[in-house]
């Protein structure tokens, strides 16, 4: 079963840089995109980017774009979250996914579409 473990979360001042890692625990065919979430308190969680892995598309959220970057590392089968120009309304649990039926990007919300991480905290203070 595909695992994915999210690091690298801590607090941060505005105007701050974090970057966050997620490892997956294979290399599988069933993943079709890979993508990052985050939940602030008090919210519905939010999805930050979503791309296919075959490299079709990338789909960032207007409120990160400029500021978030995607990257990854197939060897390491990683993905990275490089958060610049940090704002607190940054700040909540990030969480990273992997796809195996998606829509723009991202899983679909169906049982089985897709495995979820922890999460890791982040925070952005003034």
């Known amino acids: 079963q595909v695992r994915v473990t999210e690091s690298g979360g801590g607090s941060v001042k505005v105007g701050g840089s974090l970057r966050l890692a997620c490892t997956v625990s294979e290399n599988s065919v069933r993943i079709k995109c890979m993508s990052w979430f985050r939940q602030a308190p008090g919210k519905e969680r939010e999805g930050v980017v979503g791309?296919?892995?075959?490299?079709?598309?990338?789909n960032y959220a207007d409120s990160v774009k400029g500021r978030f970057f995607m990257s990854r590392d197939n060897g390491k089968n990683t993905m990275y979250l490089q958060m610049n120009r940090l704002l607190p309304e940054d700040t909540g649990i990030y969480s990273c996914?992997?796809?195996?039926?998606?829509?723009?990007?991202?899983?679909?919300?169906?049982?089985?579409?897709?495995?979820w991480g922890q999460g890791t905290q982040v925070s952005v203070s003034s």
């Open positions: 996914a992997v796809g195996f039926d998606c829509n723009g990007g991202y899983p679909k919300p169906e049982s089985g579409a897709g495995t």
């Open positions: 791309f296919y892995t075959d490299g079709s598309a990338t």
